[in-house]
DNA sequence: TCAATCTATATGACACGTCATTCAATGACA
DNA sequence: TGTCATTGAATGACGTGTCATATAGATTGA
């Protein structure tokens, strides 16, 4: 039987869910078409960006992230691409990398944040 | 500049992100196990399953889901290849569709919104 | 009534995320 | 020290979502 409460959950979800969308289609096609990167593109070059010490990221980042260890990687494969950030062996563990902005990546993150700012503020905080 | 409001923004948005991932992967993994559909799968079976008029409603799902247009139409074919829906057409619109539960689909997403609904109350209500 | 346009759905190419696996390095412990 | 388990990361196969387009039916207006 269907409750109330259960009713009330399924509206809470589905508003969840389209908050969630709604925010996130509207940064990942602003970014895209101003930055040529996608939400989670921007994502970890915002974690990079916060990152001030260098301790080794990669395993960190995920840990940071909805994302899966793999999705991590592949991201990370596309901003290495792109020429945003770099993987740095790390000395004191050879399996781990940590990530470090290039200039080109601190320039557009901090570009990009502006906006991504800008679109929480208006989906968000509405 | 990185003022108080951006980090709180962004730590906002953070947290929708990661309960509405942990919520989503938890749903999605208990469905998949138990009952051998998806998320996406179900939510459009919640849908028709609510739907007690029988009004043309491949559109009308559309409009109540943050799917696209073709992405319902893939969970549709899938439903209606694991005889869980089916597709009827329309006589006063013969371009629209209406979907339909097969008794098994009524019998799947019964028991199957108890599930959901169970988690929803631990992910969200807890 | 016949174009032109619009609307509902389906489909194919493609991008991306996930899972399982792999590989190399590390740690633990005999 | 040598084996065995564990850990950080990358990779390939695969599923599913998106975008652009196709198709067929509806609508409008001359």
């Given at each position: 039987?269907?409750?109330?409460?259960?009713r009330?959950l399924?509206?809470?979800?589905?508003?969840?869910q389209?908050?969630?969308f709604?925010?996130?289609?509207?940064?990942?096609?602003?970014?895209?078409a101003?930055?040529?990167?996608?939400l989670?593109?921007?994502?970890?070059?915002?974690?990079?960006?916060?990152s001030?010490?260098?301790?080794?990221r990669?395993?960190?980042?995920?840990?940071?992230?909805?994302?899966?260890?793999?999705?991590?990687?592949?991201?990370?494969?596309?901003l290495?691409?792109?020429?945003?950030?770099?993987?740095?062996?790390?000395?004191?563990d050879?399996?781990?990398?940590?990530?470090?902005?290039?200039?080109?990546?601190?320039?557009?993150?901090?570009?990009?944040?502006v906006?991504?700012r800008?679109?929480?503020?208006?989906?968000l905080?509405?």
């Amino acid at each position: 039987m269907a409750t109330t409460q259960d009713r009330q959950l399924v509206e809470q979800w589905r508003s969840i869910q389209n908050s969630y969308f709604r925010t996130a289609a509207a940064i990942d096609r602003a970014l895209e078409a101003k930055f040529d990167i996608g939400l989670n593109e921007f994502e970890i070059l915002d974690l990079v960006a916060e990152s001030v010490d260098s301790a080794c990221r990669m395993k960190a980042l995920g840990e940071r992230t909805p994302m899966t260890q793999s999705a991590v990687s592949k991201v990370v494969d596309r901003l290495e691409k792109a020429g945003l950030v770099s993987r740095q062996t790390c000395s004191d563990d050879r399996r781990s990398l940590y990530l470090e902005l290039t200039d080109a990546g601190r320039a557009l993150h901090s570009d990009a944040a502006v906006e991504h700012r800008a679109l929480l503020k208006e989906n968000l905080g509405e």
